[in-house]
């Protein structure tokens, strides 16, 4: 076995052992749904290129920092599944397929979309900050922003590749994206890289508060951990102590 192969196993050994095991028992089975963030994803998209789609599903799941926020919170847990206009769906609809499935399998359905919602949200609410901060600040944005439309499925893909790149000790692929969404800001520095990389920021608190969580649940209690602290000094100290052997008495004649 080669170096290479020394690696990969150790980067994508576990995420493959986690996918491998479901999908062999019960194949498309195992993760629903991605299957229906799939179909949903379809749907939006040729519903919106319609000439009487367009308005309602911007009505329904396009955010924009100019809305009210509570309107764009409503609108939120939709914008996950509106594919931009301007790109390619089938990029979108393959990134849903395997991320969404993978973190499906490995995660469960519940955490996935908690996790993706957790990453969009925090790139709708990063937009609103940017834009007050201003142009004249590194973290702000052009007023002009606010009629831009969100990054849709985007920043919930990106946020969950991290995430899985953290729980499946892939740390170099999730490095890998990581580095792939700062060069996207370097080279273009639109709303959507920005909000690419709020997405992974909060990920990145998501995984150090679950890893606090796990020494919590791990670590021993105080009480017994002193208790067998204190018992094992004990045992120390009476093994070092000469052993003595019992006088015996002759009984009289």
Request: glycine share 10%; with cysteine; proline share 7%.
């Amino acid at each position: 076995m080669n170096r290479t192969t020394r690696w990969a196993r150790a980067e994508w050994g576990p995420l493959y052992e986690a996918v491998r095991d479901p999908l062999v028992r019960r194949r498309w089975r195992a993760a629903p749904m991605t299957l229906g963030a799939v179909c949903l994803t379809s749907v939006t998209q040729i519903v919106q290129n319609q000439a009487w789609g367009y308005r309602p599903v911007q009505v329904i799941g396009a955010v924009r920092a100019e809305d009210p926020l509570g309107l764009a919170l409503l609108r939120t847990p939709l914008s996950l599944f509106v594919p931009a206009l301007d790109l390619p769906v089938w990029g979108a609809l393959a990134q849903i397929l395997l991320v969404f499935g993978i973190a499906e399998l490995c995660l469960g359905w519940w955490r996935t979309l908690v996790i993706a919602y957790a990453a969009t949200l925090a790139g709708t609410l990063y937009a609103r900050v940017g834009i007050a901060l201003g142009p004249d600040s590194p973290l702000g944005l052009p007023a002009a922003h606010a009629r831009i439309v969100d990054t849709g499925p985007s920043a919930a893909v990106v946020g969950l590749a991290v995430f899985l790149g953290w729980r499946c000790r892939a740390y170099v692929t999730a490095g890998a994206v990581i580095v792939a969404m700062v060069v996207e800001v370097l080279l273009k520095n639109n709303l959507a890289g920005r909000e690419h990389l709020a997405a992974i920021g909060s990920v990145v608190v998501l995984c150090g508060v679950a890893e606090h969580v796990r020494g919590l649940r791990t670590a021993p209690p105080k009480g017994r951990g002193a208790t067998s602290v204190r018992g094992s000094a004990a045992g120390r100290d009476q093994a070092r102590r000469p052993r003595t052997r019992p006088t015996t008495r002759t009984p009289p004649h």
